[in-house]
């Protein structure tokens, strides 16, 4: 079965870091594009970042670049969102997603930054 | 503000036809094929259509998609009680990922 699982969410203050993992199993990760999306409470579906089969190739939202690095260990078939900085409007339930046409989400992790 | 504008609610009863528009630029839908994906609170989004008209498996054929210019619509067919869930289209722009900002369907 195609499967991803986030983990890594929590409750961290303003300033704050957390990294974010999303473990992929059932198909052949190092093939795939991936990324982040997010949803903050009320709101819609933005996307956050994206990251090529390789690793390469790394691109960013404007809110978010400088401050959160994607990733991917293709050996473990685990893709990375390092967020650093984090401020209260980064508070968001955070999927993983495949490929070009985002054909697999993950469930998501929440992520809340509040003091 | 999303770069994709979409109504922000839908509705229909059982039985009835609803469409979903979703209005661009030239910059994301007008040279980039649109998606559309089917949300519950809590729960994993769902691809529903690739490439402006393509259902993956699994997906019933009461959903279509159509693209013309800078604009896309989702029609739902044959409503039912289960299509009550936001649905969000999204495209390419620059490089970069964009979605609308969601419509949430009502079946009443």
């Known amino acids: 079965e195609v499967q991803l699982v986030e983990s890594g969410g929590g409750l961290v203050q303003p300033g704050g870091s957390l990294r974010l993992s999303c473990a992929a199993s059932?198909?052949?990760?190092?093939?795939?594009?991936m990324h982040w999306v997010r949803q903050a409470p009320g709101k819609g579906l933005v996307w956050v970042s994206h990251i090529n089969s390789d690793g390469s190739s790394t691109d960013y939202v404007d809110s978010v670049r400088g401050r959160f690095t994607i990733s991917r260990d293709n050996a473990k078939n685990t893709l990375y969102l390092q967020m650093n900085s984090l401020r209260a409007e980064d508070t968001a339930v955070y999927y993983c997603?495949?490929?070009?046409?985002?054909?697999?989400w993950g469930q998501g992790t929440t992520v809340t930054v509040s003091s | 503000q999303s770069v994709l504008t979409q109504p922000p609610s839908a509705s229909g009863t059982p039985g009835r036809r609803v469409t979903i528009s979703c209005s661009g630029s030239?910059?994301?839908?007008?040279?980039?094929?649109v998606s559309w994906y089917q949300h519950l609170p809590g729960t994993a989004p769902k691809l529903l259509i690739y490439r402006n008209n393509q259902r993956p498996s699994g997906v019933p054929d009461r959903f279509s998609g159509s693209k013309s210019g800078t604009s896309a619509s989702l029609a739902i067919s044959g409503l039912r009680s289960e299509d009550e869930a936001d649905y969000y289209c999204?495209?390419?722009?620059?490089?970069?990922?964009?979605f609308g900002g969601g419509t949430k369907l009502t079946v009443l």
């Open positions: 030239s910059s994301n839908i007008g040279s980039n094929y």
């Open positions: 999204a495209s390419w722009d620059d490089s970069l990922k964009v």
């Open positions: 997603t495949r490929d070009y046409d985002m054909d697999v």
């Open positions: 059932g198909f052949t990760f190092s093939s795939y594009w």
